[in-house]
């Protein structure tokens, strides 16, 4: 009998531990809105430092690397800005912005490469893809 009450006891907890609560959902929302108030110097710093722990950059680096994410960040903001309006585009109005959009994306691809190295272009590269990747997903998943 002892040995039936703990396994029961013990098939409890562990479904009960799991459970995802709206703990770790409600934090992540949290810290989304507080990260909305940094400024775009904030975000374009912190990302240049991101950057520098992942590449091993030198300081030079990041001194280039900084204005390139200034502008990534000023960039998506105003992108975020647009579809918050939720303004309704033309087939045309939106097939300008998207190539806007990749002309960006190249220009910046060439800029870091002439600022990394070869061996931390490649990371960049792949992290970049799987970072790319992640979010692509977590879009599909969001829509359910």
Not at 15 to 38: C, I, M, V
Not at 105 to 116: D, G, P, S, V
Request: hydrophobic share 30%; aromatic share 4%.
């Amino acid at each position: 009998m002892k040995k039936l009450v703990l396994i029961a006891l013990a098939l409890c907890t562990l479904t009960l531990s799991a459970q995802p609560g709206d703990h770790s959902r409600k934090r992540k929302k949290e810290f989304a809105e507080k990260k909305n108030d940094w400024t775009p110097e904030q975000k374009a710093e912190l990302a240049t430092k991101q950057m520098a722990l992942k590449l091993d950059l030198t300081e030079a680096q990041q001194q280039k690397i900084y204005p390139i994410q200034l502008t990534m960040v000023k960039d998506r903001e105003q992108l975020r800005a647009h579809r918050d309006k939720k303004e309704e585009l033309t087939s045309e109005e939106l097939f300008v912005r998207k190539k806007e959009q990749l002309e960006k994306r190249l220009q910046t691809k060439e800029q870091l490469k002439a600022i990394l190295t070869p061996e931390q272009f490649e990371l960049w590269k792949k992290t970049h893809k799987r970072k790319r990747n992640r979010k692509k997903s977590e879009r599909k998943h969001r829509g359910r």
